[in-house]
Protein backbone atom coordinates (compact mmCIF):
# COMPACT_ATOMS: atom_id res chain seq x y z
CA UNK A 1 0.00 0.00 0.00
CA UNK A 2 1.53 3.10 -1.17
CA UNK A 3 0.85 5.93 1.74
CA UNK A 4 2.51 8.99 -0.66
CA UNK A 5 1.28 9.37 -3.93
CA UNK A 6 3.02 11.76 -5.91
CA UNK A 7 2.36 12.59 -10.00
CA UNK A 8 3.09 13.66 -12.75
CA UNK A 9 5.86 11.21 -12.54
CA UNK A 10 7.16 13.47 -15.49
CA UNK A 11 7.20 16.58 -16.39
CA UNK A 12 8.50 19.32 -19.19
CA UNK A 13 8.69 22.95 -18.72
CA UNK A 14 10.16 25.82 -20.55
CA UNK A 15 12.72 27.75 -18.96
CA UNK A 16 10.65 30.62 -16.93
CA UNK A 17 7.73 28.53 -16.34
CA UNK A 18 6.21 27.48 -13.37
CA UNK A 19 6.26 23.53 -12.65
CA UNK A 20 3.90 22.13 -10.00
CA UNK A 21 4.38 18.54 -8.68
CA UNK A 22 1.70 17.28 -6.51
CA UNK A 23 1.77 14.39 -3.47
CA UNK A 24 -1.28 12.98 -1.83
CA UNK A 25 -0.95 11.20 1.52
CA UNK A 26 -3.64 9.14 3.55
CA UNK A 27 -2.01 8.73 7.12
CA UNK A 28 -3.62 11.36 9.02
CA UNK A 29 -0.28 10.46 11.58
CA UNK A 30 2.42 11.81 9.64
CA UNK A 31 3.29 15.04 11.22
CA UNK A 32 5.95 16.66 8.76
CA UNK A 33 6.18 16.78 5.22
CA UNK A 34 10.15 17.26 3.11
CA UNK A 35 10.27 17.81 -0.48
CA UNK A 36 13.86 16.55 -1.81
CA UNK A 37 15.52 17.19 -4.75
CA UNK A 38 17.90 14.42 -6.49
CA UNK A 39 20.46 14.78 -8.90
CA UNK A 40 21.62 11.35 -11.09
CA UNK A 41 24.58 9.80 -8.56
CA UNK A 42 23.76 11.80 -5.86
CA UNK A 43 21.68 11.57 -2.54
CA UNK A 44 18.46 13.36 -2.22
CA UNK A 45 18.95 16.81 -0.96
CA UNK A 46 16.37 18.68 1.27
CA UNK A 47 15.02 21.87 -0.65
CA UNK A 48 11.90 22.73 1.81
CA UNK A 49 9.47 21.49 4.35
CA UNK A 50 6.54 22.17 5.83
CA UNK A 51 4.37 20.74 8.91
CA UNK A 52 0.88 20.26 8.83
CA UNK A 53 -0.68 23.24 10.72
CA UNK A 54 0.77 25.92 7.96
CA UNK A 55 -0.77 26.40 4.26
CA UNK A 56 1.90 27.88 2.50
CA UNK A 57 5.90 28.12 2.79
CA UNK A 58 8.23 30.14 0.79
CA UNK A 59 11.53 29.49 0.66
CA UNK A 60 13.67 31.57 -2.35
CA UNK A 61 11.67 30.12 -5.67
CA UNK A 62 10.38 26.92 -4.03
CA UNK A 63 6.99 27.41 -2.69
CA UNK A 64 5.16 24.11 -0.96
CA UNK A 65 1.23 24.48 -0.06
CA UNK A 66 -0.86 22.46 1.76
CA UNK A 67 -4.17 21.15 2.47
CA UNK A 68 -4.92 19.22 5.24
CA UNK A 69 -8.51 18.36 4.71
CA UNK A 70 -8.18 17.06 1.06
CA UNK A 71 -4.78 15.15 2.79
CA UNK A 72 -2.58 16.88 -0.34
CA UNK A 73 0.29 19.22 -1.05
CA UNK A 74 1.91 20.22 -3.94
CA UNK A 75 5.81 21.98 -4.43
CA UNK A 76 5.65 24.96 -6.99
CA UNK A 77 9.28 25.81 -8.60
CA UNK A 78 8.94 30.17 -9.65
CA UNK A 79 11.06 31.26 -12.49
CA UNK A 80 12.35 27.54 -13.24
CA UNK A 81 15.94 27.30 -14.65
CA UNK A 82 17.37 24.20 -16.52
CA UNK A 83 19.54 23.28 -13.24
CA UNK A 84 16.90 22.88 -11.47
CA UNK A 85 16.40 19.68 -13.93
CA UNK A 86 16.29 17.12 -11.57
CA UNK A 87 13.98 14.00 -9.91
CA UNK A 88 11.67 15.39 -6.94
CA UNK A 89 10.46 13.52 -4.01
CA UNK A 90 7.81 14.02 -1.95
CA UNK A 91 7.90 12.70 1.24
CA UNK A 92 6.04 12.35 4.62
CA UNK A 93 7.07 11.97 8.33
CA UNK A 94 5.84 9.60 11.13
CA UNK A 95 6.79 9.99 14.59
CA UNK A 96 5.86 7.42 16.79
CA UNK A 97 7.63 8.97 19.84
CA UNK A 98 10.94 8.11 22.13
CA UNK A 99 12.61 9.44 19.14
CA UNK A 100 11.15 6.75 16.35
CA UNK A 101 10.57 8.48 13.17
CA UNK A 102 10.47 6.99 9.60
CA UNK A 103 9.77 8.87 6.26
CA UNK A 104 7.70 7.86 3.50
CA UNK A 105 8.81 9.03 -0.04
CA UNK A 106 6.45 9.62 -2.87
CA UNK A 107 7.96 7.72 -6.19
CA UNK A 108 9.23 10.54 -7.81
CA UNK A 109 8.65 13.60 -10.35
CA UNK A 110 11.61 13.92 -13.30
CA UNK A 111 11.63 17.25 -14.37
CA UNK A 112 13.17 18.64 -17.29
CA UNK A 113 13.31 22.16 -17.80
CA UNK A 114 14.15 23.30 -21.46
CA UNK A 115 15.78 26.83 -22.38
CA UNK B 1 30.50 21.38 8.92
CA UNK B 2 30.83 17.99 7.08
CA UNK B 3 27.07 16.53 5.79
CA UNK B 4 26.41 12.83 6.22
CA UNK B 5 29.22 11.11 4.98
CA UNK B 6 29.21 7.31 3.87
CA UNK B 7 31.36 4.72 2.38
CA UNK B 8 31.99 3.27 0.45
CA UNK B 9 30.83 5.21 -2.44
CA UNK B 10 30.62 1.82 -4.88
CA UNK B 11 30.86 -1.10 -4.28
CA UNK B 12 30.27 -4.80 -6.74
CA UNK B 13 29.71 -8.46 -4.85
CA UNK B 14 28.73 -11.39 -5.65
CA UNK B 15 25.44 -13.12 -4.63
CA UNK B 16 25.42 -14.99 -1.57
CA UNK B 17 28.39 -12.54 0.11
CA UNK B 18 28.50 -9.94 3.18
CA UNK B 19 28.49 -6.35 2.56
CA UNK B 20 29.05 -3.77 5.24
CA UNK B 21 28.05 -0.32 4.66
CA UNK B 22 29.01 2.70 7.10
CA UNK B 23 27.72 5.90 8.14
CA UNK B 24 28.51 9.03 10.11
CA UNK B 25 25.65 11.77 10.67
CA UNK B 26 26.59 15.34 10.69
CA UNK B 27 27.65 16.56 13.68
CA UNK B 28 25.90 16.67 17.03
CA UNK B 29 23.11 14.77 15.24
CA UNK B 30 21.78 11.51 17.22
CA UNK B 31 19.85 9.78 14.96
CA UNK B 32 20.50 7.65 11.93
CA UNK B 33 18.19 6.36 9.43
CA UNK B 34 19.15 3.80 6.51
CA UNK B 35 17.22 3.39 3.23
CA UNK B 36 17.36 1.61 -0.08
CA UNK B 37 16.44 3.45 -3.36
CA UNK B 38 15.77 1.03 -6.04
CA UNK B 39 16.88 2.91 -9.82
CA UNK B 40 14.16 5.00 -10.57
CA UNK B 41 12.17 4.53 -7.11
CA UNK B 42 11.78 6.66 -4.34
CA UNK B 43 13.98 5.88 -1.15
CA UNK B 44 12.72 2.46 1.14
CA UNK B 45 12.93 3.30 5.13
CA UNK B 46 14.84 0.22 6.61
CA UNK B 47 16.31 0.98 9.87
CA UNK B 48 16.17 4.34 11.81
CA UNK B 49 18.40 4.27 15.26
CA UNK B 50 18.19 6.85 18.21
CA UNK B 51 21.00 6.85 21.08
CA UNK B 52 21.96 3.88 19.97
CA UNK B 53 19.04 1.80 20.18
CA UNK B 54 17.07 0.39 17.10
CA UNK B 55 13.42 2.82 17.22
CA UNK B 56 12.19 1.77 14.17
CA UNK B 57 12.65 -1.20 11.49
CA UNK B 58 10.93 -1.24 7.82
CA UNK B 59 9.49 -3.94 5.71
CA UNK B 60 13.00 -5.57 4.97
CA UNK B 61 14.31 -9.55 5.41
CA UNK B 62 16.28 -10.39 8.42
CA UNK B 63 19.66 -10.56 6.01
CA UNK B 64 19.88 -7.00 6.80
CA UNK B 65 20.65 -5.61 10.03
CA UNK B 66 22.36 -2.87 11.58
CA UNK B 67 23.70 -0.78 14.70
CA UNK B 68 24.88 2.38 15.86
CA UNK B 69 27.55 3.58 17.63
CA UNK B 70 28.60 5.62 20.74
CA UNK B 71 29.85 7.90 18.41
CA UNK B 72 26.47 7.85 17.03
CA UNK B 73 28.25 6.42 13.74
CA UNK B 74 26.27 3.38 11.99
CA UNK B 75 26.53 0.23 9.95
CA UNK B 76 24.34 -1.18 7.58
CA UNK B 77 25.38 -5.04 7.00
CA UNK B 78 23.47 -7.27 4.28
CA UNK B 79 24.15 -10.81 4.50
CA UNK B 80 23.76 -13.74 1.43
CA UNK B 81 22.80 -10.73 -1.25
CA UNK B 82 20.96 -11.65 -3.93
CA UNK B 83 20.33 -9.63 -7.41
CA UNK B 84 17.93 -7.27 -5.85
CA UNK B 85 19.57 -5.55 -3.34
CA UNK B 86 21.24 -3.95 -6.05
CA UNK B 87 20.55 -0.41 -5.33
CA UNK B 88 21.39 2.77 -3.97
CA UNK B 89 21.66 3.01 0.09
CA UNK B 90 21.27 5.64 1.55
CA UNK B 91 22.29 7.30 5.09
CA UNK B 92 20.20 10.24 6.86
CA UNK B 93 20.84 12.08 10.28
CA UNK B 94 19.29 14.24 12.65
CA UNK B 95 18.28 15.75 15.59
CA UNK B 96 15.84 14.56 17.91
CA UNK B 97 12.78 16.28 18.57
CA UNK B 98 10.31 18.31 17.27
CA UNK B 99 11.26 20.38 13.92
CA UNK B 100 14.18 17.71 13.06
CA UNK B 101 15.17 18.14 9.76
CA UNK B 102 16.52 14.76 7.87
CA UNK B 103 19.45 15.14 5.80
CA UNK B 104 20.40 12.21 3.87
CA UNK B 105 24.27 11.72 2.77
CA UNK B 106 25.10 10.55 -1.07
CA UNK B 107 25.26 7.19 -0.46
CA UNK B 108 26.75 3.64 -1.34
CA UNK B 109 25.85 2.37 -4.88
CA UNK B 110 25.77 -1.25 -4.14
CA UNK B 111 25.80 -3.41 -7.47
CA UNK B 112 25.26 -7.51 -6.70
CA UNK B 113 26.24 -9.51 -9.63
Known amino acids: QQQVKQSPQSLIVQKGGIPIINCAYENTAFDYFPWYQQFPGKGPALLIA?????SEKKEGRFTISFNKSAKQFSLHIMDSQPGDSATYFCAARKSSGAGSYQLTFGKGTKLSVIP | DAGVTQSPTHLIKTRGQHVTLRCSPI?????VSWYQQVLGQGPQFIFQYYEKEERGRGNFPDRFSARQFPNYSSELNVNALLLGDSALYLC????FGAGNTIYFGEGSWLTVV
Open chain 1, 50 to 54: IRPDV
Open chain 2, 27 to 31: SGHKS
Open chain 2, 92 to 95: ASSH
